[in-house]
């Protein structure tokens, strides 16, 4: 069940390309944007789109419109000005394949939709029919500097709407980098619903069926959703899980404690409510800092069930060369976990792997149980502690040999194709462990 928006989004001028999927983003592309509505002659020649101009190109697609433009393996783009870019394959919608699963990319500080285009492209093209993936533009730019709970909150309400927008899909993942994390996560909290129990009362096929939240005897439960959909993975790229707060966890400040006592409590004069929370300063009402507050559920949000809910959760991690976010806080790991020995290519098909952790079930458990660290007072350790409370799976990346070494915060995530082309394999490697 999908809850409603309470504050819906302004109507959107929707921009749809058609174009050709190759990393450079080259090739033919057709174009067009429109306030007034779609329509198409018998000749299959778009002459202009409405709001619901999407559902219309697909109507067309299927029916053999551009079949002279479109070939295998390219891609229509829908793009809407307000509410990001969504991107699927053409030749399944010409053959009325809807795809099944959702994913959500999501941007970091003072990013766009354009950060996860490259990576939006290549899941596209190796999963044609499976996925359809929705970049969110709904924290842009400035935007970003608003808090993660007011863009997590924005990042909700879009999610719905894609979702409406997509009625076929029953599966959804999230792909988030940097301060995208962080965002994910306050969204799933609220997007997050329980198990149902369904009680049939009766002995005959007419029964009644009634549905609680509940946790009582029962003939059947349904399974916990995220936005009315089966929860599969949530991926991190670089993002500061445990804040920007302590020790090289800012490795721009090169670890000086006077430059990052300075930060902490300047952060917010550049970044705003973001700063404070990453800086874990805010003070809202008396409560605890918020990225505290996120290891655990509170009354209408449900953090840590919505990301125990996902079947993988995965942390892509800069072992060294990111200048904006620390190792521990992106890998989330204590100083002492962090991986002792000389780092190295552990496969040649992903040249910057340096290493895998992989935390099952059972290694998560027999952790928890045989765990005899005193609870330190420090806000870092009850941030590990609250988000080990559920296995990750933890991917150390390194560009120590790269040209694009220095700007790894954003090659990790091939943010431009040309500048931070060598995340390619990390891209790679994300689809080829994707969950369908």
Same mark, same amino acid.
């Given at each position: 069940? %999908?809850?409603? %928006?309470?504050?819906?989004?302004?109507?959107?001028?929707?921009?749809i390309?058609?174009?050709?999927?190759?990393?450079q983003?080259?090739?033919?592309?057709?174009?067009?944007?429109?306030?007034?509505?779609? +329509?198409f002659?018998?000749?299959?020649?778009?002459?202009?789109?409405?709001?619901?101009?999407?559902?219309?190109?697909?109507?067309k697609? =299927?029916?053999?419109?551009?079949?002279?433009?479109?070939?295998?393996?390219?891609?229509?783009k829908?793009?809407?000005? =307000?509410?990001? &870019?969504?991107?699927?394959?053409?030749?399944?919608?010409?053959?009325?394949?809807?795809?099944?699963?959702l994913?959500i990319?999501?941007?970091?500080?003072?990013g766009s939709?354009?950060?996860?285009? $490259?990576? @939006?492209?290549?899941?596209?093209?190796?999963l044609?029919?499976?996925?359809v993936?929705? !970049?969110?533009e709904?924290?842009?730019?400035?935007?970003?500097?608003?808090?993660?709970?007011?863009?997590?909150?924005?990042?909700?309400?879009?999610?719905?709407?894609?979702?409406?927008? #997509?009625?076929?899909?029953h *599966?959804?993942?999230?792909v @988030?980098?940097?301060?995208?994390?962080?965002?994910?996560r $306050?969204?799933?909290?609220?997007? $997050?619903?329980?198990?149902?129990?369904t009680?049939?009362?009766?002995?005959?096929?007419?029964?009644?069926?009634?549905?609680?939240?509940?946790?009582?005897? !029962?003939? *059947? /439960?349904? &399974?916990?959703?995220?936005?009315?959909?089966?929860?599969?993975?949530?991926?991190?790229?670089?993002?500061?899980?445990?804040?920007?707060?302590?020790?090289?966890?800012?490795?721009?400040? !090169?670890?000086?404690?006077?430059l990052?006592?300075? @930060?902490?409590?300047?952060?917010?004069?550049?970044?705003?409510?973001?700063?404070? /929370?990453?800086?874990?300063?805010?003070?809202? =009402?008396?409560?605890?800092p918020?990225?505290l507050?996120?290891?655990?559920?509170?009354?209408?949000?449900?953090?840590?069930?919505?990301?125990?809910?996902?079947?993988?959760?995965? @942390?892509?991690?800069?072992? =060294? $060369?990111? /200048?904006?976010?620390?190792?521990?806080?992106s890998?989330? +790991?204590?100083?002492?976990?962090l991986?002792?020995?000389?780092?190295? %290519?552990?496969?040649?098909?992903?040249?910057?792997?340096?290493?895998?952790?992989?935390?099952?079930a059972l290694?998560?458990?027999?952790?928890?149980?045989s765990?005899?660290?005193?609870?330190?007072?420090d806000?870092?350790? &009850?941030?590990?502690?609250?988000l080990?409370?559920?296995? #990750? &799976?933890?991917?150390?990346?390194?560009? /120590?040999?790269?040209?694009?070494?220095?700007?790894?915060?954003?090659?990790?995530?091939? *943010?431009?194709?040309?500048?931070?082309?060598?995340?390619?394999?990390?891209?790679?490697?994300?689809?080829d462990?994707?969950?369908?």
């Amino acid at each position: 069940m %999908i809850t409603k %928006i309470k504050q819906p989004f302004k109507p959107k001028i929707p921009i749809i390309s058609i174009s050709t999927s190759v990393p450079q983003f080259s090739g033919s592309v057709l174009s067009f944007s429109s306030k007034s509505k779609s +329509r198409f002659d018998n000749n299959c020649r778009l002459l202009w789109v409405d709001e619901n101009g999407k559902m219309e190109l697909l109507r067309k697609l =299927n029916r053999g419109c551009f079949r002279n433009s479109l070939n295998k393996g390219q891609k229509v783009k829908i793009e809407s000005v =307000n509410d990001g &870019e969504d991107v699927f394959d053409a030749a399944s919608a010409r053959a009325k394949l809807q795809p099944e699963h959702l994913v959500i990319m999501v941007n970091g500080l003072v990013g766009s939709s354009a950060d996860w285009r $490259y990576a @939006a492209e290549q899941f596209v093209k190796r999963l044609p029919d499976k996925i359809v993936v929705h !970049c969110s533009e709904c924290n842009s730019s400035m935007l970003t500097f608003d808090g993660v709970d007011r863009m997590g909150e924005r990042l909700a309400k879009e999610v719905e709407d894609v979702i409406r927008r #997509w009625p076929g899909v029953h *599966k959804i993942s999230f792909v @988030a980098h940097s301060l995208g994390g962080l965002v994910a996560r $306050y969204a799933i909290g609220r997007l $997050y619903e329980p198990p149902t129990k369904t009680e049939v009362a009766g002995l005959n096929s007419s029964c009644l069926v009634r549905e609680e939240n509940v946790s009582d005897q !029962c003939h *059947k /439960h349904s &399974e916990e959703t995220v936005a009315g959909l089966e929860p599969v993975n949530f991926i991190t790229v670089a993002t500061p899980h445990l804040g920007s707060r302590g020790h090289k966890q800012l490795p721009l400040l !090169c670890g000086l404690p006077l430059l990052e006592k300075g @930060a902490s409590q300047t952060a917010h004069w550049i970044v705003g409510r973001s700063g404070k /929370h990453l800086f874990l300063t805010d003070k809202d =009402n008396g409560k605890p800092p918020l990225l505290l507050r996120m290891v655990n559920d509170s009354d209408d949000l449900k953090f840590m069930s919505g990301l125990r809910s996902f079947k993988r959760r995965v @942390a892509y991690a800069n072992a =060294n $060369y990111d /200048h904006v976010v620390g190792w521990r806080t992106s890998s989330i +790991r204590r100083q002492d976990e962090l991986p002792k020995s000389n780092l190295q %290519i552990k496969d040649q098909k992903y040249p910057h792997i340096v290493n895998i952790e992989q935390e099952t079930a059972l290694d998560f458990n027999h952790k928890v149980s045989s765990l005899e660290r005193k609870k330190m007072a420090d806000l870092e350790e &009850e941030m590990i502690e609250g988000l080990t409370q559920v296995p #990750w &799976e933890r991917i150390d990346v390194s560009f /120590h040999e790269s040209r694009q070494r220095y700007v790894a915060h954003n090659t990790i995530q091939v *943010k431009t194709y040309w500048l931070n082309s060598d995340g390619a394999d990390v891209i790679e490697h994300m689809i080829d462990n994707f969950l369908l």
